[in-house]
Every structure is written in C-alpha cells, then in structure tokens.
C-alpha cells in the first residue's frame, strides 16, 4: 500500500524529503516563501544533531533573513543542533550568532545568546558581543547573554 503524499508537497518532494529529510529542508531554505524557509528550519531544529550538515546554511540563512520570526528560528535551531555536535561544528556558528546579537529584534538576540551558551566554550570568540549583550535594552537580552557568559565559562 503506497503512502499518501501530504499536502503541499509533490509525490517527487515527498521522496525526496523521505530519502534525505536534512538534506531536502537545507534546499528549502532558498524558497521565496518565509513559510516554507521557516517550517524547513523547524524540521532542522527538531533533527537536533542528526542535522550538523545544516549548520553552514542555517548561519547563513540567519544572516540574510528579512523575517525575523524566521531569524529567531535559525537561532533557536543552531541552539538545538550545536549543542549536540562536536566543538569544530558548532563553532561555525559562533561568528554568525555573535553578530545576531545586534539584531534589531529581541527575541533574536536572546536566542543568539542562548545558542552561544550552547556552544559552551568553543563559543569564547564571541565574549566582546555577549559582554556588550549585557548591556542590551531588553532585559530578556541581557539575562541570556549572563547566562550564555556562564555556560562558556567567564
């Protein structure tokens, strides 16, 4: 009995997906629909460590992001799968996070900040923007930044 394909996928999407989930969502994060790009990082976020071959697209995803729901997502991903990968992987993300905290949305910054408390101490090259974080309008901000500083060890 053949599976039934879900809605809003092509049987050929759905094969796809099913061969390679990881994979198939790193290609959707170069659709034009930010529902489509955010529903793809969800699945990558929920793939935690299985989806370390995501990391270069996720930071780069975070970078280039208009949508800032979108944003927080490949924050809140990088969070999930660094902290489940090894200290070389994870430490790709450092840079990208350590900038997504001058984000201009606050839920992006404290999920930057989480990610990097995540990370642990491959993260240290991101002190100067955590310890500026400490400083962030918002208090959410700052008490992920305090919380990110401790995890990476200062």
């Given at each position: ?24 969502c790193v290609t959707q994060l170069a659709s034009h629909d930010s529902n489509v790009r955010f ?95 400490l400083k962030d309008r918002n208090a959410e901000v700052r008490q992920a930044a305090e919380k ?5 060890g200062q």
């Amino acid at each position: 009995m053949a599976r039934k394909v879900p809605e809003g996928y092509t049987a050929e999407q759905w094969a796809a997906y099913q061969a390679d989930p990881v994979g198939f969502c790193v290609t959707q994060l170069a659709s034009h629909d930010s529902n489509v790009r955010f529903n793809a990082v969800d699945i990558l976020r929920g793939c935690a460590g299985d989806a370390k071959k995501a990391i270069p697209a996720l930071c780069e995803l975070l970078g280039t992001e208009n949508v800032a729901t979108v944003r927080a997502q490949c924050a809140w991903a990088l969070q999930d799968i660094c902290e489940r990968v090894d200290a070389p992987s994870a430490q790709q993300a450092v840079a990208p996070l350590a900038k997504a905290l001058r984000d201009n949305d606050a839920e992006v910054r404290t999920l930057a900040a989480n990610a990097l408390g995540a990370i642990g101490g491959a993260a240290k090259d991101a002190l100067p923007e955590l310890k500026k974080a400490l400083k962030d309008r918002n208090a959410e901000v700052r008490q992920a930044a305090e919380k990110a500083l401790e995890r990476i060890g200062q």
